[in-house]
């Protein structure tokens, strides 16, 4: 299942006896286990029928006890396992799971790896009884629609370059951008449609001095606004790491390259090969392309190859070049 079909019948009132959530991205994994905490019970009744309990702490005999208990005035008990890759009984489980108790609401909490689908307790799993989820991350050019997603679910508007701005500067941490969204939900009045201006304001992403507008004046090459920026990325490299910002050059970049082989294809066409939102993004886009021909993008690309390794200490003649430094070796060269 989906995290939006369970999210779904959970506000439904409608509940498994088990909800088993297990895979690498925790954010899925903590939004599902908080709506069942927040909707199974009454809050009244939770101190009698909601138990917490932790992987690390309590073994598989201990557990089943707390499972197979009888609510007190109420429908249901809820029991929430968090931390549950470090229960080391974890597997004891499965003859619960395959004839669980129909007044618990069992929540399993199992962070940062998926189970073994293959073993007697994965096959288990895939009990009609059982709500089984698994998380996955995202990848890096999926973030800002599910931005956007998540910001129609919660009745706001994003526009492209706003959702644009905040995954590049926020990266792939879903629990920092939901933050961060729950933060302009705050502070703008309800049916505000969120802009970059909104995004710097309230974020905390500097209007002048960011990675889109370190690209935007590479690709104008303009000289005068890199150094500034440049500048400020060094007295602040803690929040502008060299390796961030390569990472996110070489992305830019890779695509001004793809650019180029797509001379007289429809926008549209363009759009969807690029994965780009919309057309606000494309013509900064078109405009490195008319700055950097095909032989310089590649020889941006080897710049960027270059200095990420010598960053990270491989083939760096002075290994005493700080970030700051090789951040500025690495611009100049990239517009001479």
Not at 105 to 131: E, M, Q
Not at 309 to 335: I, P, Y
Request: overall charge neutral.
């Amino acid at each position: 299942m989906s995290s939006e079909e369970i999210l779904r019948d959970i506000k439904a009132k409608r509940f498994f006896p088990v909800y088993f959530l297990h895979g690498e991205e925790p954010f899925f994994i903590d939004q599902v286990a908080d709506a069942v905490e927040a909707n199974a019970l009454p809050e009244a009744e939770r101190g009698f029928n909601q138990t917490v309990l932790y992987g690390k702490d309590v073994d598989n005999i201990t557990l089943l006890d707390y499972l197979r208990r009888y609510p007190m005035m109420s429908e249901r008990q809820v029991v929430i396992l968090r931390e549950a890759q470090e229960m080391k009984g974890l597997t004891e489980l499965t003859a619960y799971l395959e004839n669980p108790m129909p007044s618990t609401v069992f929540v399993v909490c199992h962070k940062y790896k998926k189970v073994d689908a293959r073993t007697k307790f994965g096959k288990a799993l895939l009990g009609k009884n059982i709500a089984l989820l698994e998380s996955k991350k995202l990848y890096d050019n999926q973030i800002a629609d599910w931005i956007s997603s998540f910001c129609k679910s919660h009745q706001m508007q994003i526009d492209a370059p706003a959702a644009g701005l905040m995954a590049e500067y926020l990266g792939s941490d879903l629990s920092r951008i939901a933050n961060e969204l729950e933060k302009l939900t705050l502070n703008l009045p309800k049916g505000t449609a969120v802009n970059v201006g909104h995004v710097q304001e309230f974020v905390g992403i500097s209007k002048d001095y960011n990675v889109f507008e370190l690209q935007k004046a590479l690709a104008q090459r303009d000289k005068a606004k890199v150094s500034r920026i440049q500048q400020y990325f060094a007295a602040n490299i803690r929040k502008n790491p060299l390796v961030v910002t390569i990472s996110s050059l070489y992305a830019y970049f890779s695509k001004v390259y793809m650019l180029h082989s797509l001379k007289g294809v429809p926008d549209g066409e363009v759009l969807k090969t690029l994965d780009l939102r919309s057309d606000w993004f494309l013509k900064e886009y078109k405009m490195a392309a008319n700055n950097f021909s095909p032989s310089q993008t590649v020889a941006v690309l080897s710049l960027l190859k270059e200095y990420d390794l010598r960053s990270k200490g491989v083939n760096n003649d002075n290994t005493s070049t700080g970030e700051e430094a090789l951040m500025q070796e690495l611009f100049w060269r990239m517009l001479h």
